[in-house]
């Protein structure tokens, strides 16, 4: 089983490791330039980003070939998916890909211009994800057939939100970020974004082709990188995962973790 996945807080990573199998990260496949992928069964993990799967997942399986018997995929989420894996169906059937299974998982939301991280993890033991993940760990497993299902209001809410979340998030989204004086080049920003979007010289600097993660943002040991418009300035990464991992999933430049 390969498990292609993308985050930027962990937990989606986390998800994936529990899963198992052989996990790719999709920044480090899209960096190898390999396109073509086979295995009895595929999966894909990725968070959900207003109501969608985030760009970098999207041009992955546009510009990728895969050949499997069955296919998943699982939708990291904060608060509400809507029809997010609605939308990943249909980015894979214009590949080809009809997928088997689709499920979704509460976390925590990382989603700093709404949610304060703070409350999320008081609430953390009402979001019942090791329940929700002990099942999907089991139907995948035993290769279920289900596609998760919602309704015309979640339907319509995938098909106008991620076209505002890109306006507001993607690309030139970095000129809402702000460095602070506190910031004393150690890089980590730069091997956490998952796009080579940042060059640290004596500071940050952002190149406008952001995915919007907020990697950036949340791995800086200083707390230097703010959004504009946080709620708070607390920072998150899943307990489970280290910031090793999330720079060996994402890091672009050619400095080393
Ligand atoms: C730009 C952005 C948009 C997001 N949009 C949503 C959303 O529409 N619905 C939701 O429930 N969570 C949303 N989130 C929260 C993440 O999907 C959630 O925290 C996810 O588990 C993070 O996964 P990761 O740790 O693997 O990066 C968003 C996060 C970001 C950074």
Same mark, same amino acid.
């Given at each position: 089983m390969k498990i292609f996945y993308f985050t930027a807080t962990g937990n989606s990573l986390y998800i994936a490791k529990r899963i198992g199998g052989e996990l790719c990260s999709i920044p480090q496949m899209l960096k190898d330039g390999t396109s073509e992928f086979e295995d009895e069964e595929i999966g894909f993990i990725f968070p959900c980003y207003g109501f969608a799967p985030p760009r970098i997942v999207m041009n992955f399986i546009q510009k990728s070939k895969f050949k499997a018997n069955y296919f998943f995929a699982v939708m990291t989420y904060g608060n509400k998916a809507a029809s997010g894996l609605g939308y990943m169906e249909k980015i894979g059937k214009q590949a080809g890909i009809r997928f088997n299974y689709t499920n979704e998982v509460l976390m925590i939301?990382?989603?700093?211009p709404v949610f304060k991280i703070e409350d999320q993890l008081n609430k953390e033991n009402s979001k019942k994800t090791e329940e929700k993940l002990e099942k999907i760990v089991s139907d995948i497993k035993n290769k279920k057939n289900e596609l998760a299902k919602k309704g015309v209001v979640s339907d319509a809410l995938s098909k106008a939100i991620p076209k505002l979340i890109t306006k507001i998030h993607?690309? @030139? =989204?970095?000129? $809402?970020f702000i460095v602070g004086d506190?910031?004393?080049?150690?890089k980590v920003c730069e091997k956490v974004c998952p796009i080579n979007n940042i060059k640290v010289n004596r500071k940050p600097e952002y190149?406008?082709?952001? @995915? =919007?993660? *907020?990697a950036c943002i949340h791995h800086c040991p200083q707390t230097a990188i703010h959004f504009k *418009?946080? $709620?708070?300035?607390t920072r998150f990464i899943n $307990?489970?995962?280290k910031l090793k991992e999330i720079i060996d999933a994402n890091n672009q430049s050619n400095t080393r973790s």
């Open positions: 939301d990382n989603y700093l993607l690309n @030139e =989204g970095d000129k $809402r506190n910031c004393n080049s150690c190149l406008h082709q952001c @995915e =919007g993660c *907020f *418009f946080e $709620r708070s300035n $307990r489970n995962v």
